[in-house]
């Protein structure tokens, strides 16, 4: 199994890999489980998510990327080799080319981070693009014609929003909230209305079971675990999904604000053809219940789901790698 070319999504959330004629091969969570005493990595994705909330003092189970970013680098370069190790095999003769997805607000430093990290971990080359870029080329959005279109992907912990045109962004905003902060916001209004005290998990399972971005008339229900507040002891309530469409509104207000600060700055050509096409939602935030009706609703323009939002960007990295020489001048390389 020689695979001479690897795409990685690389999120806060989920980190997606994509091989070129095989589609997505891996989705797994970017989570890294670190043992403190002896500095060494324990587990990465799923078997290190299940840590999470349930380690000793000795145990770290952490996510090492925030806010799209690197924020621990040996860490990241462990998890790349891990997942560059778990679609090549271990034993291989080539080294693959990387093709990582970096939020399009993202430092000179910070690209050159995930670049080194990339090679470190075992690329014969790595090259960055931007998310907002193989989003549009992941939800088969023809990005090289003269007409507008406007993507937004929304990610673990970036909210990214763009305007395309001629194989360029035109004019894009990035704004680090997004689904963890949903999960946050979540996890503090059932502390304040129910007294009750919940993990992570938890938090991200209520918002994917019945989250919901209007309330709705027909309200679903979930029930839930934690700690009583009060007493200590674990109690179990019943939760609404109106309950967490008012626990989220913030988030999605800002990211709403985001998407009109992106329309007010597009030129009127690409305007008029943002209005008759409509936007693209991509990431896994799309995903949540009743989005688009709300972003239409507030922004005036019509708005789409793409055909399968969490993996556009993986796809996007794909479609670049096999088309290398047309994409270059929106890519940066490194090697």
């Not at 993507?151 to 704004?175: F, Y």
Request: hydrophobic residues 45%; aromatic residues 4%; charged residues 25%.
């Amino acid at each position: 199994m020689f695979i001479k070319k690897i795409g990685i999504d690389l999120g806060t959330c989920n980190s997606l890999v994509f091989a070129p004629g095989k589609g997505v091969v891996l989705n797994e969570p970017s989570v890294v489980a670190v043992s403190l005493d002896e500095n060494k990595i324990l587990a990465v994705g799923q078997a290190a998510k299940k840590m999470i909330g349930r380690t000793p003092d000795t145990i770290r189970a952490y996510r090492p990327l925030r806010d799209g970013v690197i924020a621990d680098y040996r860490v990241t370069q462990a998890m790349l080799k891990y997942f560059i190790d778990k679609t090549g095999g271990r034993f291989r003769f080539l080294k693959p080319e990387l093709m990582i997805g970096v939020p399009a607000g993202i430092t000179s430093t910070e690209q050159r981070a995930v670049i080194e990290a990339g090679v470190a971990a075992g690329a014969k080359a790595a090259y960055v693009a931007k998310e907002p870029i193989l989003a549009a080329i992941g939800a088969g959005i023809p990005i090289n014609s003269c007409s507008g279109h406007l993507i937004v992907d929304i990610g673990g912990g970036t909210t990214e929003v763009a305007v395309m045109s001629l194989g360029g962004i035109v004019t894009a905003h990035s704004l680090r909230v997004a689904g963890d902060e949903m999960d946050e916001l979540i996890s503090d209004y059932i502390k304040k209305k129910h007294n009750l005290a919940i993990g992570e998990q938890t938090a991200e399972e209520i918002k994917i079971k019945i989250g919901t971005a209007l309330q709705e008339k027909e309200e679903k229900f979930l029930e839930i675990r934690g700690r009583d507040l009060i007493s200590g002891l674990p109690r179990t309530i019943k939760i609404a999904s109106n309950e967490i469409a008012e626990a989220i509104s913030s988030v999605l207000g800002e990211i709403i604000q985001l998407i009109k600060l992106v329309l007010r700055e597009t030129p009127p050509e690409l305007s008029a053809d943002i209005m008759d096409k409509g936007m693209v939602l991509s990431g896994g935030g799309a995903l949540l219940n009743n989005i688009d009706k709300l972003i239409a609703h507030s922004t005036g323009v019509p708005c789409f789901l793409a055909e399968d939002p969490l993996t556009c960007v993986a796809k996007g990295t794909g479609v670049v790698l096999e088309n290398l020489e047309v994409y270059k001048k929106s890519i940066m390389r490194k090697k």
